[in-house]
């Protein structure tokens, strides 16, 4: 349930970020594209880094839920970043 809330937590935020860029302006687009892969990896690193140091997984068990919560958002993003021409 935790790893959901975290996709669609970052789905949330990206569609966010994207809705008060300037849509006309592709520099924009692509630079709030840029941004938010940047600050979604940071979050899932620490959510993996919790995980070991809270949770008590090891690595290699939190390694694949973070490949699940980092992939989806920043999925969508590389796609809106690509369909902007990549400015």
């Known amino acids: 349930?935790?790893?959901?809330?975290?996709?669609?937590?970052?789905?949330?935020?990206?569609?966010?970020?994207?809705?008060?860029?300037?849509?006309?302006?592709?520099?924009?687009?692509?630079?709030?594209?840029?941004v938010f892969i940047g600050t979604w990896l940071l979050v899932t690193l620490g959510n993996l880094i919790y995980g070991v140091a809270a949770g008590g997984y090891s690595v290699a068990e939190e390694a694949p839920i973070a490949l699940v919560i980092f992939l989806p958002p920043a999925a969508v993003a590389s796609i809106v970043w690509w369909r902007n021409g990549r400015s």
Do not use: I, W, Y
Not at 4 to 26: A, C, H, I, N
């Open 1 to 34: 349930m935790r790893t959901l809330v975290f996709v669609v937590g970052g789905l949330f935020l990206f569609l966010l970020l994207l809705f008060t860029t300037q849509r006309s302006d592709k520099k924009a687009v692509a630079r709030t594209c840029q």
